[in-house]
């Protein structure tokens, strides 16, 4: 017997003789309750069935997970980079021993197709074996001196013991690129996943645990309430901060924790630039891709297109037709290539500015309602704005959803401009077949990654990826090399050498 009912979410929360995985927190090497009560569930947005039964952290699991971090770090400051690497390659093993039914559990409880869950796994397998290369590659260097009689050499040590906290749109991708370098460089972690993808996260710590690795040197916290992140950020044995999410979160953990190290990934808007020299249908393509891969639930999606008058309408129904392609349905159905918004609150922010921008004069040219008769209320198809208003939120804020919205530019300047009315600088893209004009302006755009002729979304994880400076995508970089490098700091040794010390007396 299956009942449902419609939770606050905007789900219909299905309770079914299915049987719903119950786990505690991961604290110091053991899968410990809670010192509170509380507990709560994880629910499919695809289905709606209750997925996950989790416990609630308070306080105390904060104290208890960073006290068990601080005495892990202490005991294994000391390993050597080989044996952090071989950590790393053990719970790669483990995942990859799991690789389908952890992107079975992606699917269903992010929403995103099985073949994007798939590729997502894979890339976590690759995060940590990367970030174990990384860990034997690290190195220091011997400083020249005036000094002859001094020896410098520089080393990189780890710092201490990161709270991390993650977002939903990469339940398992995401938290890796933060906990392979910090597991490579030495450090140690108390981790916080986004509530809804929390099962995912009790998966990854599973393998950790199957890893064997010394215990309480990554610790696991669920729980809903903001309240969880806040008291993690400003718990004094943190040393550090790695958070991807929103910028109003990342401005409001930047001032909490202004004497901390930080990584802060945060949103993005583009833009996606196709010029006049564009190959039209390449751009059209890449662009759909952008906009829709993971429902458009990525920080370096498509959400604001820029083209040029001459090529504007030609592009659009290229790319109206493009979003006509994407099937949207149950993300493990085969055919599926677009799967539900995750949450309520994408799906609204995403009708919010495709109405606004009808509002402003605007153009619906493909999509952008319900599907009819799907599992859960969190499905809508893919949808192509034109003649967007350069006011528009679209164009300004993040949409993070399923929406293309196309707004006509002509000549560099005026790109510049309507590039520079979002405070966002994360990941632009430009379609161009004159590389020189291209390459000159993706050179005055500030923004921390520009792609010609790709993807917007187009990332490979050694790649350094972050925000702009002064802009509200936040500070530092991922991309294994670059996170470690941020997770360690230069120590400089010089030496004295007296005169006559360690000569030898020839005859």
């Not at 952290?57 to 005991?75: G, L, P, T």
């Not at 001196?145 to 749109?169: E, L, Q, S």
């Not at 919010?352 to 209320?377: K, N, Q, R, Y």
Request: proline fraction near 6%.
């Amino acid at each position: 017997m299956t009942t449902a009912t419609r939770n606050r979410d905007g789900r219909h929360t299905r309770v079914s003789n299915a049987v719903t995985e119950v786990a505690d927190l991961f604290i110091g090497g053991k899968w410990r309750p809670s010192f509170g009560t509380d507990r709560f569930t994880v629910t499919s947005p695809a289905t709606g069935e209750v997925l996950w039964d989790l416990a609630e952290a308070v306080d105390a699991d904060v104290n208890n997970a960073f006290a068990a971090a601080q005495a892990a770090f202490e005991r294994h400051e000391g390993a050597s980079p080989y044996e952090r690497a071989e950590w790393c390659e053990r719970i790669a093993d483990q995942l990859e021993a799991r690789l389908e039914p952890v992107a079975r559990a992606i699917s269903i409880e992010q929403g995103k197709p099985l073949a994007e869950a798939l590729g997502e796994a894979g890339s976590a397998v690759e995060g940590f074996r990367l970030a174990a290369q990384e860990a034997r590659a690290l190195r220091g260097e011997m400083i020249p001196t005036h000094d002859t009689r001094k020896r410098v050499f520089t080393h990189r040590r780890p710092c201490g013991v990161y709270a991390i906290i993650t977002p939903w749109n990469f339940p398992l991708n995401i938290p890796v690129e933060y906990l392979g370098p910090a597991i490579a460089s030495g450090n140690t972690v108390v981790w916080k996943p986004a509530p809804t993808t929390a099962g995912i996260a009790v998966l990854l710590a599973r393998c950790i645990e199957a890893a064997e690795i010394p215990p309480g040197i990554v610790n696991l916290l669920t729980g809903r309430l903001p309240e969880l992140g806040r008291t993690m950020v400003a718990h004094r044995q943190a040393i550090g901060i790695g958070f991807t999410g929103s910028s109003t979160v990342g401005a409001e953990i930047a001032r909490t924790a202004y004497d901390k190290r930080k990584i802060l990934e945060l949103g993005g808007n583009g833009p996606v630039i196709v010029l006049r020299e564009a190959d039209i249908t390449l751009a059209a393509q890449q662009s759909a891709a952008a906009a829709f891969a993971n429902g458009g639930q990525s920080c370096a999606a498509a959400g604001r297109i820029l083209c040029e008058s001459s090529v504007y309408d030609d592009f659009v129904a290229a790319l109206a037709a493009e979003a006509a392609r994407v099937v949207v349905g149950p993300p493990l159905a085969a055919g599926t290539t677009m799967g539900p918004c995750h949450t309520r609150d994408v799906y609204d922010r995403t009708q919010a500015h495709i109405d606004e921008s009808l509002a402003g004069g605007a153009t619906l040219v493909f999509g952008g309602g319900p599907v009819p008769e799907a599992a859960t209320l969190l499905f809508r198809s893919p949808a192509v704005l034109a003649e967007v208003p350069r006011q528009a939120r679209a164009n300004i804020e993040e949409t993070f959803g399923p929406l293309a919205a196309v707004i006509r530019v002509d000549g560099d300047a005026d790109i510049l401009a309507t590039a520079a009315m979002s405070r966002f600088g994360l990941s632009s893209a430009i379609f161009s077949e004159s590389y020189p004009r291209a390459i000159r302006l993706a050179e005055r755009l500030k923004n921390g990654q520009v792609v010609l002729n790709d993807t917007s979304n187009f990332w490979e994880l050694h790649m350094p990826f972050g925000g702009w400076p002064g802009s509200d995508s936040g500070t530092g970089r991922l991309g294994v090399r670059e996170t470690l490098l941020g997770m360690t700091e230069v120590q400089s040794i010089s030496m004295h050498l007296r005169e006559g010390e360690g000569k030898q007396q020839y005859r």
